[in-house]
C-alpha cells in the first residue's frame, strides 16, 4: 500500500492533517453518491486499501464523518448510517419551529449588504458542482438565513438540523430541476426579508421546508431498491 503521507510536500504533523482532509473529501463523496451505501459495514483496514492511505488519516475522516451524522460507529465496527425517515419527519418538524422563529428576527434585523450577500449564495445554487464543492462552499442558504437573525443559538440549531440531512439533502441539490425549483423559492423568501415581510416570509420558509421534505421522501424512494432495508429505517419498510 502507498503511503500517501509521505508525498505530503509539507511533511511532519500538518502533512498527515492535509492528507486527512483529502481522504475524508473522497469518502464524504462517496457517501454522498452511494458509493459507499447506507447501511454498508467498513473497517479501517479495507478503507486503508480502498484510500491508499494510512490508518491515522483513515480515523481523522471517521471522526469527522460520524460528527457530520454520515458514519456510525459501533464496540467492534463503522458503518455507513442508514437513512433514518424518523429521525428525518423529527428534523424537519424541528426546523419549521426554528426556522419560523429565525426568519422573523432576520427581517427586523437583516442589512441590506447581507441580503446581497446572500444573493449571491442563492444564485450560486444553480451552478453544476461536485458533493464536496457543495459541501465546503456553504450552499446552505437556511444557516445564513438563520444567521440574519442575529441570534447565534438560532443559528446553531438550524446548523446542526441541515448536518443531519446532509446526505438526503444532497439527493435533491444534485438534481438541476430541483435546484431551479429551490433557487426560485430562495429568492422568494430573500425577497420577503427585504420587505420586512415578517409573516409572509415564515410562510414561504414553511412551504419550501415541507416541499424539500417531499422530494427527499421521493428521492429515497427511488434509491430504495439500490440500497435495500439496512441501508433504510425508521419506516416500517416502506417510503
Known amino acids: ?28 463523496a462517496d457517501i454522498l453518491t452511494l ?9 479501517e483496514r479495507s478503507l486503508e486499501a480502498a484510500y491508499g492511505a494510512s490508518r491515522t488519516p483513515i480515523r481523522q475522516a471517521l471522526m469527522a464523518l460520524i460528527r457530520e451524522g454520515l458514519v456510525a460507529k459501533s464496540d467492534r465496527a463503522y458503518a455507513v448510517a442508514p437513512l433514518d425517515l424518523a429521525q428525518l419527519e423529527e428534523i424537519f418538524e424541528y426546523r419549521e419551529i426554528v426556522e419560523d422563529s429565525a426568519i422573523r428576527l432576520a427581517c427586523e434585523r437583516a ?22 464543492t457543495w459541501f465546503e462552499v456553504g450552499l446552505d442558504v437556511h444557516v445564513q438565513l438563520a444567521a440574519l437573525s442575529g441570534n447565534r443559538f438560532l ?28 433557487h426560485r423559492e430562495h429568492c422568494e423568501i430573500l425577497n420577503l426579508v427585504r420587505a420586512r415581510d415578517a409573516e409572509n416570509a415564515a410562510a414561504a420558509v414553511r412551504r419550501h421546508g415541507r416541499d424539500v421534505r417531499i422530494q427527499i421522501l421521493e428521492a429515497i424512494a427511488a434509491i430504495r431498491h439500490l440500497v435495500g432495508n439496512r441501508g433504510i429505517v ?3 419498510g416502506s417510503a
Open 35 to 43: 458509493k459507499l451505501a447506507p447501511g454498508e459495514v467498513i473497517s
Open 1 to 28: 500500500m502507498v503511503n500517501l503521507a509521505a508525498r505530503d510536500v509539507s511533511g511532519g504533523e500538518e502533512g498527515v492533517v492535509s492528507l486527512g482532509d483529502r481522504v475524508l473529501h473522497r469518502m464524504r
Open 111 to 132: 442589512t441590506p449588504e447581507a441580503l446581497d450577500r446572500l444573493q449571491e449564495t442563492v444564485d450560486r445554487g444553480l451552478a453544476n458542482f461536485t458533493p464536496n
Open 234 to 236: 425508521g419506516d416500517g
Open 155 to 182: 443559528a446553531d440549531a438550524v446548523q446542526d438540523a441541515v448536518n443531519r440531512t446532509l446526505r438526503t439533502r444532497w439527493l435533491v441539490a444534485s438534481s438541476p430541476d430541483l435546484r431551479a425549483v429551490a
